[in-house]
């Protein structure tokens, strides 16, 4: 036995090293975990998880206060002293300024730190893609403490009301009238204002923006940049009409059926943006907006497509299939990945809207929707007796379904057709008198 521990302790010099920061142990994580067990990596995490203890899990992750990047980056290069390590990747937005900083001060490479921090703030990212020339709907911050009644008289409608910092259509509400901009204004005060937004303590929650409502088609870009050079991976369509007053994402299917020549523009669009907004490195998740002006950019996240949805792309490089996770670990360790492409099935997800407010009691037809043509997998993640919110307050989905088939009208109709067989229970939660 004795004469195993050298080699073992080999191994374990050799092993690449993998830094995870994240704010939850959700889906996304575990995702990233497999990945990078696929590719032999060993992992450490960095989280805000809860910020009292040292060591709250006891699984040696490194506790971090993302809303204090210059510290948590301080804390991620003392760690990498006596914990070196060859990849660090941030999961989500939130810890993109602490990575970002922490990856220049360890030499590996990284996007600007403050080109992440503009990401993160939809008023600091408006002005940088005004002042890069591209077509941005006029936009206003307001602090949440400002009277709307006071400048209503101000505003063009339709506009659409968004907080900074927040994701997921979270708090973004249309409005047509100046009755409906002081409703909406009111009960994003109220969101920004709440425990589960306050605690995260970010700067951004004490004010909200108001940008004019652009009409069109939406469309979702997941990319990778590589010195500055954007690489596609997917160009979804948003079939399903997003006009408001909430922002349900529901469909994503890609490719898209837009003649080459107009897609060419979405990519040269976001292209820009990235330039603009100063990115150069790593995942990006952009939305835009297609009319007969142009191509509108909505937002660019300098991260990955969040939650599940992941699971509806899938990439080949040589006769290897790739998930997104292993890309991103892969570009992250240095990997030249400008050769990877997505596969050639149509592919779509549906995130499966939560109807109304209420318990969720459970699901039925789930079988029967899983039998669809096409449709590969449902995820249903409410749990039984979770309290379930809509938007725009809510920050969670139903669940998720998955399909695949040779062109995405057939992918868009199964998930359509397994969609309409669930019948949620949800029941009503009377009010304590
Ligand atoms: N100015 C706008 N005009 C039209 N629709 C918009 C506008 N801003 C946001 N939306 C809609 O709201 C959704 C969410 O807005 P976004 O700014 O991307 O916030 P989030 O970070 O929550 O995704 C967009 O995908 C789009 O459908
Ligand atoms: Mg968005």
């Known amino acids: 036995m004795h004469s195993e521990i050298p080699q073992q302790r080999l191994q374990e010099t050799e092993q690449k090293r993998l830094l995870l920061l994240c704010t939850t142990t959700g889906y996304q994580t575990r995702a990233f975990v497999e990945a990078a067990e696929k590719l032999g990596l060993k992992v450490a995490f960095g989280s805000d998880r809860c910020h009292k203890l040292d060591d709250p899990w006891q699984d040696g992750a490194l506790a971090l206060r993302f809303e204090n990047p210059s510290e948590s980056a301080r ?34 490479a990284t996007n600007s730190p403050e080109a992440v921090e503009a990401c993160r ?15 941005v709907p006029s936009f206003r911050r307001f602090s949440i403490d400002e009277n709307p009644g006071a400048f209503v008289s101000e505003i063009e409608f339709p506009c659409v009301l968004k907080p900074l910092a927040l994701s997921g259509s979270r708090g973004v509400i249309r ?75 529901t469909l994503y299917v890609t490719p898209s059926r837009l003649p080459s020549e107009t897609q060419q523009r979405i990519i040269q669009g976001v292209q820009r943006a990235s330039e603009g907004l100063g990115l150069s490195h790593g995942p990006l998740h952009a ?22 949805c992941a699971r509806s792309l899938r990439f080949e490089q040589g006769l290897r299939g790739l998930s997104l996770e292993e890309l991103i670990l892969r570009q992250a360790l240095g990997e030249d990945i400008s050769e990877v492409h997505r596969e050639r099935a149509a ?55 998955f399909a695949r088939a040779d062109t995405p009208a057939e992918v868009e109709e199964s998930l359509h057709r397994a969609h309409k067989m669930l019948r949620f229970r949800i029941s009503t939660v009377l009010p304590v008198v």
Request: hydrophobic fraction near 40%; charge should be negative; include cysteine.
């Open 347 to 401: 592919s779509g997800v549906m995130m499966i809207p939560i109807p109304r407010e209420g318990l969720y009691e459970g699901v039925e037809g789930e079988e029967e929707a899983r039998r669809t043509p096409g449709v590969e997998e449902i995820r249903i993640t409410a749990k039984p007796q979770q309290m379930l919110v809509p938007l725009p307050e809510g920050a969670s989905y139903l669940g998720f379904i």
């Open 75 to 108: 804390s991620v290069v003392d760690y990498a002293r006596s914990h070196p390590m060859d990849a660090l990747v941030a999961l989500g937005d939130r810890a993109t300024p602490t990575a970002a900083l922490a990856c220049r001060q360890l030499g590996l």
């Open 175 to 249: 409005a047509n009238s100046p009755q409906e901009f002081v409703e909406a204004f009111e009960r994003i005060k109220s969101l920004l204002l709440s425990r589960g937004v306050q605690v995260l303590r970010e700067e951004t929650s004490r004010f909200l923006q108001v940008e004019t409502y652009i009409a069109g088609r939406e469309y979702a870009l997941e990319g990778m940049l590589m010195e500055g050079r954007l690489k596609v991976l997917a160009l979804f369509e948003k079939p399903d009409p997003l006009e408001g007053p909430y922002f349900e994402e």
């Open 287 to 308: 939305e835009v907006r297609l009319n007969g002006e142009g191509v509108w950019i909505l937002e660019v996240a300098a991260r990955s497509i969040g939650g599940l």
């Open 121 to 135: 703030d939809k008023y600091q990212a408006r002005r940088r893609l005004e002042s890069a020339g591209l077509k």
